[in-house]
């Protein structure tokens, strides 16, 4: 883990402004193509949710922007690795902050996954043990289909990405699922969103 030196970076000035807006979130929500994804959790007996959430991670684990954070005393912390906190929901439809650490072998992810699960489902806590900020959130709202989406505003500080998923349908014979995305402007930008969308779905795709 170290610091960005802001200084020197190319995006000094778009950092200077946008960390000073009231609210300098955006976000968009896009379709994507979760065929072959969803096929992958069928012949690996796994959840679809963690099948394309590691490949969520592992498209936000490519991008070095996605690991900044910015700190209270307005430094920007660069972390190696992003981690999951996805909320996870109990059978009285409450649901817990999970904090599932990434790998790049998608079974070890799974078992991530189960560890934090089981976690959950035994206690009625809503927050993780480990509240520290090298992850994004993710929200999964498999009862709908959506095309915009708003996340809670935290602190000032607070540089977290948002994610949700929606529900998946099908459409010309693929299923698309909604992902809603939504960053800091003072560390992010659309170039960045679009190359994480990319990156996504090559993942998606690919994913073994």
């Excluded at 650490?101 to 078992?111: G, I, M, P, V």
């Excluded at 998946?168 to 698309?176: C, I, T, W, Y």
């Amino acid at each position: 883990m170290e610091f960005l030196e802001i200084e020197t970076w190319n995006r000094k000035e778009h950092f200077e402004h946008f960390k000073q807006l009231l609210d300098p979130y955006f976000a968009v929500t896009v379709l994507v193509d979760v065929t072959q994804a969803y096929q992958t959790a069928k012949e690996k007996e796994m959840p679809f949710f963690v099948v394309y959430l590691h490949a969520c991670m592992k498209a936000i684990n490519a991008i070095e922007n996605f690991k900044y954070r910015i700190t209270t005393e307005q430094k920007i912390r660069i972390y190696d690795v992003i981690h999951a906190s996805a909320t996870i929901m109990r059978p009285d439809h409450t649901f817990g902050f999970s904090f599932i650490k990434y790998s790049d072998c998608l079974t070890e992810f799974y078992h991530n996954f189960k560890k934090e699960k089981e976690r959950i489902l035994s206690s009625t806590a809503l927050f993780s043990p480990n509240n520290s900020d090298d992850c994004v959130y993710c929200s999964a709202l498999p009862w709908l289909s959506f095309t915009g989406h708003k996340e809670p505003k935290n602190t000032e500080s607070d540089s977290i990405t948002r994610l949700a998923f929606g529900k998946f349908e099908k459409k010309e014979k693929r299923l698309k699922m909604p992902v809603s995305i939504t960053v800091n402007h003072a560390l992010i930008d659309g170039y960045h969103v679009g190359l994480f969308f990319e990156n996504y779905q090559k993942a998606l795709d690919t994913i073994q």
